[in-house]
């Protein structure tokens, strides 16, 4: 005998069952702010799971040409800073019933506006770009094909975008003075890409507080791209200088790996004979040796801030765009130390 089709719950199931209207079951599930008092939400939630309520996704992207499916592109997949940012969104987003797919930013220009003209026609909710370069054509799809969008740790001075970021001069400032108040009179910079924000921007704050600091011979190198590997090639090119400084900060943490690797190469001890500073905190620096002294970004605190400004958009588009700035403190380990020259 053949054994009879489960007919699935619907909203109108529910709201018979709480004895509302349907629309207001539709919008507490959907978790929109404003519309359902708190104690009624909850019991439309409770009977929706008694019942076993399972949502049609895909009747709900035919309707709204968009599906609960949030695109997080991430620079580098390979960077340990990005793993626990991806981790809060979607712990975050996942309570309001969003899936997350991640997707790593291609290297070339026309394959990033490629990939979010993609993402738009599977008809994602919107995008969490977690590292955008100045003029990036990613922004300029999103635009185009009008996708909520939020972006975290860098900012490109665009209105059009909400975004979340660290506040990079007081990063820097915190970094000058622990260096200064060492002793150190010649602090050299390894600054990150000049097409990023984050690498424009720490790179002028140390401009700045070096100069209001009264120091002087404080080399700036550029590095290729927020990698190891563009650490040292960077280390590199600061050691051929003809007076070295006492210390280093390094745009992030990777670039001070890099950094570090060449220094020990170079038979330069750190701290002894030169100080190394980082920013971010990533997992694992307090484990290298010397334990990295760097800038910690609050990533907890980005990934809440950057999953509420995602959901305020989708269900507010009138919703205008804002950048909330997050403060970073400075995390003292044993890569620095008093100069001892």
């Known amino acids: 005998m053949t054994k009879p089709t489960e007919v699935p719950i619907t909203i109108d199931d529910i709201a018979r069952a709480v004895g509302v209207h349907p629309g207001t079951v539709s919008r507490a599930l959907r978790g929109i702010s404003g519309k359902v008092s708190k104690d009624k939400r909850a019991e439309i939630e409770r009977v929706a799971r008694e019942l076993g309520y399972q949502p049609n996704t895909i009747a709900a992207s035919l309707r709204t040409k968009r599906t609960n499916l949030a695109a997080i592109i991430v620079p580098d997949l390979s960077n340990p800073l990005f793993g ?7 712990q975050a987003l996942r309570k309001h019933r969003m899936l997350c797919l991640v997707v790593q930013t291609p290297e070339k220009c026309e394959e990033r506006r490629d990939l979010v003209l993609a993402l738009a026609s599977s008809h994602v909710s919107g995008l969490l770009i977690l590292a955008a370069e100045s003029d990036d054509p ?7 094909r009008h996708l909520p969008t939020v972006l975290l740790n860098r900012g490109t001075g665009d209105r059009d975008f909400s975004s979340v970021v660290s506040d990079d001069r007081e990063s820097v400032r915190l970094v000058v003075e622990h260096l200064v108040a060492l002793g150190h009179g010649s602090i050299g910079h390894l600054a990150g890409p000049s097409a990023s924000s984050t690498g424009r921007a720490r790179r002028a704050a140390f401009v700045e507080h070096t100069k209001q600091a009264g120091l002087k011979r404080c080399p700036v190198v550029e590095a290729s791209a927020f990698t190891r ?25 990777l670039i001070a790996l890099g950094a570090l690797d060449v220094l020990k190469s170079a038979g330069i001890g750190v701290p002894q004979q030169m100080s190394l500073v980082g920013h971010n905190d990533m997992p694992l620096v307090d ?31 009138s919703v205008m765009p804002t950048t909330r700035v997050l403060m970073p403190t400075l995390v003292v380990r044993e ?3 008093k100069p001892d020259r």
């Open 287 to 317: 484990l290298i040796a010397p334990p990295l002294t760097t800038v910690r970004v609050p990533v907890d605190q980005m990934s809440e801030q950057a999953a509420s400004l995602f959901l305020d958009h989708l269900t507010q588009p």
């Open 138 to 144: 990613m922004l300029a799809a999103a635009k185009q």
């Open 335 to 337: 890569s620095t130390a």
């Open 84 to 90: 626990p940012i991806v981790q809060g969104l979607e």
């Open 229 to 253: 590997e563009a650490g040292r090639v960077a280390a590199e090119t600061l050691l051929r200088g003809k007076v070295l400084p006492t210390a280093l900060f390094a745009a992030n943490d």
